[in-house]
């Protein structure tokens, strides 16, 4: 079985976007979907309980409220699957997006989905905000087909897709394991200890730690297409600010240079080419 773990907090239109698309997919393979309401003040609470009496209901658990790290633990820890999928609560998915999670390369694969952003995700998201199901699942079936606004793909996700299409050196390959959208087996996952949840509430850097520790343990990456994903672009208030503080918890957990160099890819004015400069002495083109 596939377990899909979505923690989520006060985002129940997205949340409602992300649910419906996977519904919408048609999956016959064994799998369940785990939500960790994480403290939701909004309307995430009546949502999940309108969808517990249809098909595939998610299952739904409460959240520490100690932050990202402690919300997919115990989201895992609740799970069924031998493989888990964590998902944000944010992200479109089409179909054959589970099959690629299924079922990737080998035992110890750990499977990135790869990532675009949807700049006119707030807009789109009001103006389908009283769509029923099949709507709203034939409107995200068009966002992720490209066919509803422009979709952008980010520097980490461009790294990423280099890495694994060989257009640059695999300088950090575990920059794949971006929690949005990453699947992994149970055994490994445990084996590793789960998120780092010394992270606290802060944004960023918990999921690629974790890629790490799961690369150091023998998983290898895989980027299949089909597992790609859209993710509804919001506004977050101290973005930076939080991410600064847990890329130097990053760095001190692990001295990489691959680690140490990541603000010259996910910083202000960063890059892919900057970034592989730094961490191998020659910048190669990027096409």
């Not at 016959?28 to 994480?38: A, N, T």
């Not at 609560?89 to 949807?118: M, V």
């Not at 950090?172 to 084996?191: D, H, I, Q």
Request: glycine residues 12%; hydrophobic residues 45%.
């Amino acid at each position: 079985m596939l377990s899909v773990v979505i923690p989520t907090r006060s985002k129940a239109p997205s949340l409602r976007a992300t649910l419906v698309a996977l519904a919408a997919q048609g999956h016959r393979g064994p799998y369940e979907v785990v939500v960790v309401d994480d403290g939701s003040t909004d309307g995430t609470r009546e949502l999940l309980h309108r969808l517990a009496g249809e098909a595939p209901a998610p299952r739904v658990v409460e959240g520490p409220e100690r932050g990202r790290a402690a919300a997919r633990n115990a989201g895992a820890a609740a799970a069924r699957g031998r493989r888990l999928l964590f998902l944000d609560d944010d992200i479109l998915t089409a179909p054959g997006h589970l099959n690629a999670h299924q079922e990737p390369s080998g035992c110890q694969a750990l499977a990135h989905g790869p990532l675009r952003e949807f700049p006119g995700a707030r807009r789109w998201l009001e103006r389908h905000a009283a769509s029923d199901a099949a709507e709203l699942a034939a409107a995200a079936a068009r966002v992720a087909a490209g066919e509803e606004g422009r979709l952008l793909r980010n520097t980490l996700e461009t790294l990423v897709c280099a890495m694994d299409e060989g257009k640059v050196p695999p300088v950090a390959p575990w920059a794949a394991c971006v929690g949005a959208n990453t699947s992994l087996p149970r055994a490994l996952f445990e084996e590793v200890g789960g998120f780092d949840e010394g992270f606290g509430r802060g944004w960023g850097c918990e999921d690629l730690e974790l890629g790490v520790r799961a690369l150091a343990a023998g998983a290898h990456v895989v980027v299949p297409a089909p597992a790609a994903g859209v993710h509804l672009t919001h506004a977050r208030p101290d973005r930076w600010e939080q991410h600064a503080v847990n890329l130097d918890r990053f760095t001190a957990l692990h001295g990489l240079r691959a680690v140490r160099e990541l603000p010259r890819l996910l910083g202000e004015g960063g890059g892919v080419a900057a970034y592989v400069a730094a961490c191998t002495g020659a910048a190669p083109a990027v096409r």
